[in-house]
């Protein structure tokens, strides 16, 4: 069982950041994908970006809406995923959900409760 619990969103103006933390517990953080979703209002959620533990390395994944704007990074001794946010747009207000799959199971997967950001104009 893994209990996933995000923190770091809030209010910004448009052109700020954010950095959004997601400190896993339970056993085995290396072992799964973490990643970052997001629900604007009255949208369906939709993936911001991933990172797998891989043998040379983290390897990512981002949406080509926050591509070059987002980094999404792990510190496996805190067992903690961030996703830095720069330059920020209205439309990138959201709940942010925090994501964790299974790398060998992918039907074992956990969700945060998420967190709101809002990006004014």
């Known amino acids: 069982q893994v209990q996933l619990v995000e923190s770091g969103g809030g209010l910004v103006q448009a052109g700020g950041s954010l950095r959004l933390s997601c400190a896993a517990s339970?056993?085995?953080?290396?072992?799964?994908?973490m990643g970052w979703y997001r629900q604007p209002p009255g949208q369906q959620r939709e993936l911001v970006a991933t990172i797998t533990s891989g043998s040379s390395g983290d390897i990512t994944n981002y949406a080509d809406s926050v591509k070059g704007r987002f980094s999404i990074s792990r510190d496996s001794t805190k067992a903690t995923v961030y996703l830095q946010m720069n330059s920020l747009k209205p439309e990138d207000t959201a709940v942010y959900y925090c994501h964790a799959r299974h790398d060998f199971v992918a039907s074992v997967n956990y969700w945060g409760r998420g967190t709101q950001v809002t990006v004014s104009s």
């Open positions: 339970g056993s085995g953080f290396w072992l799964y994908t």
